[in-house]
């Protein structure tokens, strides 16, 4: 669990940096941090995107998700409970900017296949470099979006927390099972998810983002299947 925790010290601490910046940029130019956050994920979806070895496993892992979340109003309740977070800590914050700065940090800092190759990485052969160059990333991805969302993505910490940790507690159990092209499919949806909070950042287009997380599960799923 060593490296998860210092993925979560990593979005802790980039989390403060940038709302300490957040204090001293001005209005005006908060859309310029808007609109870097958003071009960056851009770039980082679509390079996790495109390393999908199937393309018909992507559309219909986020179809499949997208009918099941949104069956389930699953982004909806993460916002809710992102509200309820906001309330009990931060009661004069912005409940939605809080919440949406809570549920686009978490699905940015897990949704991406490093976090589970180097989370399994770590608890199975104890080989923590991959998280710990995540660790570097997601630190400064951190600063950006707290200037630009604010305290709601310092409490996707915990997200990480549980997720990777997750990740490394049954990484031995899970691997075989996921498989390569499974672990890479899900990576490659995540882009697609990434790419939907890009949209997001730049008002392009709303998308509910958390709506669509059920595709994670889908992609190893269809990968299994595609390959059998």
């Known amino acids: 669990m060593f490296a998860t925790y210092v993925n979560c010290i990593a979005v802790i601490a980039g989390s403060l940096i ?58 909806d309740h993460i916002l ?3 509200g309820w977070i906001q309330r009990k800590t ?16 978490s699905l940015l800092f897990c949704t991406g296949a490093m976090s589970i190759v180097g989370s399994i990485q770590a608890g199975t052969i104890g080989d923590y470099q991959l998280i710990l160059v995540k660790s570097v990333m ?7 979006f707290s200037a630009a969302y604010g305290i709601g993505v310092l409490f996707s910490a915990v997200v990480v927390l549980l997720y990777q940790g997750f990740f490394t507690l049954a990484g ?25 909070i890009a949209g997001n950042l730049l008002q392009v287009k709303k998308f509910k983002t958390g709506d669509f997380l059920p595709a994670l599960v889908f992609a190893p799923i269809l990968a299994h299947f595609i390959s059998m």
């Open 138 to 144: 997601d630190g400064c991805m951190a600063v950006v």
């Open 80 to 82: 809710g409970f992102g």
């Open 90 to 105: 931060d009661k004069d914050g912005d409940g939605v900017g809080f919440s949406q700065g809570f549920l686009n940090a």
């Open 172 to 196: 031995g159990w899970l691997q075989p099972h996921l498989g390569e092209s499974g672990i890479n499919e899900m990576g490659a949806v995540g882009g697609v998810l990434l790419l939907m």
């Open 18 to 75: 940038g709302l300490l910046l957040k204090k001293v940029i001005k209005d005006s130019f908060k859309e310029i941090v808007m609109t870097s956050a958003g071009l960056v994920t851009i770039v980082i979806g679509v390079g996790m995107a495109l390393k999908t070895d199937s393309y018909l496993v992507m559309i219909f892992s986020v179809i499949l998700g997208g009918f099941v979340g949104y069956a389930l109003r699953i982004e």
